[in-house]
């Protein structure tokens, strides 16, 4: 069976710090697909990422980053310098080809807070 | 209009009504999801449409009908509700998964929610 841990309920950051928003996965698949989401306040669930199992490494967009370490299976996100505007729900995902190639499992996402 | 779109926002029904949620997409891309999203609970995937074929249906109460007449449109169709059925709606597209060379999971995009509540 496939599922996705967010032991991280909710974070609240000062603006400016970094915070890094964990995810721990469960697959007996070695084929895989991991995926990150912002959900802000409006409702709407927002791409971030998207990692298959194959490629290990880590990730750099602009204050965002993801560390993929399939010893462990994590999968983590890091936002450095944060700001207001990422305060929202964090939701983070596994697609596997035995689980029904359309299911995505979420997590029960992580909601931050980043107080001015 | 661009991306993934849902009417309506918000809905308030009867547990006797019927109404219908909307879903459109101008991606360009051939399957389309329904999940619910409820308090500190996991999104759960209701349905999924592939080529306008149903191809999931996660043991979902009858009382919820989806509909995809074409690759652009997707419907779910309500009646006789119950309380418990709240929750915020959420319509996905993506590009198929199946494909000739094999299995790739592609990035689904949502919609903005319909907010529905069951009196």
């Known amino acids: 069976a496939q599922k996705v841990t967010q032991a991280q309920t909710e974070i609240s950051v000062v603006e400016k710090e970094d915070v890094t928003l964990d995810c721990v996965y469960e697959t007996r698949d070695t084929t895989y697909y991991l995926f990150w989401y912002k959900q802000p306040p409006s409702g709407e669930l927002v791409f971030l990422i998207r990692r298959n199992s194959f490629d290990e490494q880590n990730e750099i967009s602009g204050r965002y980053s993801w560390n993929f370490q399939k010893s462990t299976s994590s999968f983590n996100f890091t936002i450095t310098a944060s700001q207001v505007v990422d305060s929202a729900v964090y939701f983070c995902a596994l697609s596997t080809s035995g689980a029904g190639s359309y299911q995505l499992t979420f997590g029960k996402g992580t909601k931050l807070s980043v107080i001015p | 209009e661009t991306g993934v779109t849902q009417t309506p926002r918000h809905l308030v029904m009867g547990m006797t009504n019927k109404k219908s949620l909307k879903c459109e997409q101008h991606l360009g891309h051939n399957a389309m999801y329904w999940y619910k999203q409820s308090a500190k609970k996991p999104l759960e995937l209701m349905f999924v449409?592939?080529?306008?074929?149903?191809?999931e249906n996660n043991s979902v109460p009858s009382r919820f009908s989806p509909e995809c007449p074409n690759s652009s449109h997707l419907f779910l169709h309500l009646h006789t509700l119950q309380p418990e059925d709240s929750a915020l709606y959420l319509c996905?597209?993506?590009?198929?998964?199946?494909?000739?060379?094999?299995?790739?999971?592609?990035?689904?995009?949502f919609g903005p929610g319909t907010r529905l509540t069951v009196t």
């Open positions: 996905a597209s993506s590009q198929d998964p199946i494909a000739p060379g094999g299995w790739v999971s592609y990035e689904q995009y």
């Open positions: 449409y592939s080529l306008e074929e149903r191809v």
